[in-house]
C-alpha cells in the first residue's frame, strides 16, 4: 500500500526552528519528486517546497525562501522540511505529497505545526 | 504570481443535481490543470489531473475539461459523499498553485 505518514509538528515560539520528516513506503521512492504543501486553518492548500527525486533540484515558494530548507534521504524513503525563523503566519497543517508531472497523487496525512509565543 | 480563481465559492445543491465549478487564470497557460476534493480534517485527494483525465479509483460521475484560461469541473448526478471542498490547481515553474476553493454542500 503506497503511504506517506509526515511527524515532528507542534508548538514553537516565533524565530525558533522545527524539522518536519516524511516518511514513504509501498513505493519506489527514489524515482518521484516530492512536494511540500501546508494548508493555514480555513484557508486554501499552499505549495511550499519541492525536491526533485535525487535531490538535484530544489525549489521554494517565495513566502519561504531563505528560512526553509527542503532534502531527502532515498536510502531512508524520507524527505525533509527544516523550518528556521518560523513565523506566526507558518501556522499550518503541512502535508508531503508525491509528484506526478503536473499534480500531487498521494498526500500525507499531515502533520500541525504552531507557532505561538 | 498567476491566480487561478473559482466559482462559486460556495453551492447547495441536492442529490442527483449536475454541479460545475469553474477556474479561470489571470493568464493563458497549458493543460495542466488539477482538480481535488478535500473533505474536513483530510488530506487532498486529486479527482482530475491533465484538465480532463480521471485519476485512478475516481467515480466517473466528475469530469471535467477546459483550456486556456477556462476550466471546469462537474459532478453529474450529486452524491451525499461528494459533500466536500474542491480547489483547481496549476503546476506552473515547479509550483503547485491552488484556487480559493469551493464548498459544495449537500442540501
Known amino acids: 500500500q503506497e503511504q506517506l505518514v509526515e511527524s515532528g509538528g507542534g508548538v514553537v515560539q516565533p524565530g525558533r526552528s522545527l524539522r518536519l520528516s516524511c516518511t514513504a513506503s509501498?513505493?519506489?521512492?527514489?524515482?518521484?519528486?516530492m512536494h511540500w504543501v501546508r494548508q493555514a486553518p480555513g484557508k486554501g492548500p499552499e505549495w511550499v517546497a519541492l525536491i526533485w527525486y535525487d535531490g538535484s533540484d530544489k525549489y521554494y515558494a517565495d513566502s519561504v525562501r531563505g528560512r526553509f530548507t527542503i532534502s531527502r534521504d532515498n536510502f531512508r524513503n524520507m524527505v525533509y522540511l527544516q523550518m528556521d525563523s518560523l513565523r506566526d503566519e507558518d501556522t499550518a497543517v503541512y502535508y508531503c505529497a508525491r509528484r506526478q508531472r503536473s499534480h500531487a497523487d498521494l498526500w500525507g496525512q499531515g502533520t500541525q505545526v504552531t507557532v505561538s509565543s | 504570481a498567476i491566480q487561478l480563481t473559482q466559482s462559486p465559492s460556495s453551492l447547495s445543491a441536492s442529490v442527483g443535481d449536475r454541479v460545475t465549478i469553474t477556474c479561470r487564470a489571470r493568464q493563458g497557460f497549458t493543460t495542466a490543470l488539477a482538480w481535488y476534493q478535500q473533505k474536513p480534517g483530510k488530506a487532498p485527494k486529486v479527482l482530475i489531473y491533465g484538465a480532463s483525465t480521471l485519476q485512478s479509483g475516481v467515480p466517473s460521475r466528475f469530469s471535467a475539461g477546459g483550456s486556456g484560461t477556462d476550466f471546469s469541473l462537474t459532478i453529474s448526478s450529486l452524491q451525499p459523499e461528494d459533500s466536500a471542498t474542491y480547489y483547481c490547481q496549476q503546476f506552473i515553474n515547479f509550483s503547485l498553485t491552488f484556487g480559493g476553493g469551493t464548498r459544495v454542500e449537500i442540501k
Open positions: 509501498g513505493f519506489n521512492f527514489r524515482t518521484y519528486g
